[in-house]
């Protein structure tokens, strides 16, 4: 598991369940990977949230630039190799 900083800077969104997608608020951000998903956490006024995303739609995010991830230490870099 590793804990990353980013940004959401376009249209990020997660689905409670089988509801809706729900939108992550545009700013600065907590990403937790771990080997089934990606946590995102934020603060939203005096309001936190977080969110648990599939790694397929995370790595859709970053590829798309809506989700801009912080560049890996060389420790997380070896991590992921």
């Known amino acids: 598991m590793s804990k990353l900083h980013g940004k959401v800077v376009g249209d990020v969104s997660y689905r409670e369940g089988d509801g809706m997608d729900m939108k992550i608020p545009q700013g600065n951000c907590e990403i937790e990977e771990t080997k089934l998903d990606v946590t995102l956490g934020?603060?939203?006024g005096d309001a936190r949230g977080s969110a648990a995303i599939p790694l397929p739609d995370f790595q859709r995010y970053v590829d798309s630039?809506?989700?801009?991830v912080e560049a890996y230490t060389a420790e997380e870099e070896a991590a992921h190799a």
């Open 65 to 68: 630039g809506a989700l801009v």
């Open 42 to 44: 934020w603060q939203d």
